[in-house]
């Protein structure tokens, strides 16, 4: 029960990038979620979102005033700006420009995904949902292909990286999010 709580509350967490100035956030569907600017935010923002090579406006927000670009209620601005996105969905996963600058990478975790959280350095088994298509991909970035083995419908990441967090699909369907964490160093290493 513990281990789970602990998994959940990590997926809450927020992973900034800090050498891309964008935020990598992960959240679990049905939750709520707040996108901040990273630039000073005087005059009109707009938002907008960027899926699959598509730029779709979302809100531009002038004093007081909301000028929405869509009809999807969920889509809501604050005072200083921001933009919440009540009840997220996992097709909300993406990348939201704040004032055509790139401002945060969504993942939504779909309900019932595994969560694997797992120190780097360290191998990870990854299972696949669909027994008919044991195809494998990943939410934003490519598969580390020098480092798996796909074996009996699982992925097998060796020597996992940070960089290997991330949400993974089988079959099109939503597999695992991995989350690699920092290794602890040792007495030796320091």
């Known amino acids: 029960m513990?281990?789970?709580l602990c998994c959940c509350l990590m997926a809450f967490a927020l992973i900034s990038d800090v050498a891309a100035d964008v935020d990598h956030v992960v959240v679990n569907e049905t939750r709520l979620i707040l996108l901040r600017c990273h630039q000073s935010v005087k005059g009109d923002v707009t938002w907008s979102r960027e899926k699959d090579g598509r730029t779709s406006r979302i809100i531009t927000i002038s004093g007081d005033e909301d000028e929405k670009h869509t009809n999807d209620p969920r889509y809501l601005s604050l005072a200083d700006k921001s933009l919440v996105i009540t009840n997220v969905k996992s097709s909300d996963s993406g990348r939201y420009d704040c004032n055509n600058e790139p401002a945060v990478e969504l993942t939504v975790i779909p309900s019932g995904t595994e969560i694997k959280t797992v120190r780097e350095r360290?191998?990870?088994?990854?299972?696949?949902?669909?027994?008919?298509?044991?195809?494998?991909?990943?939410?934003?970035?490519?598969i580390p292909q020098r480092r798996i083995q796909m074996k009996d419908q699982k992925l097998i990441i060796k020597d996992a990286r940070r960089e290997d967090t991330g949400l993974y699909f089988c079959g099109g369907k939503p597999a695992a999010f991995l989350n690699v964490t920092r290794r602890r160093s040792t007495p030796e290493e320091s």
């Open 122 to 142: 360290k191998n990870v088994t990854l299972k696949c949902p669909d027994e008919d298509d044991s195809k494998w991909s990943r939410l934003f970035g490519e």
């Open 2 to 4: 513990n281990i789970k």
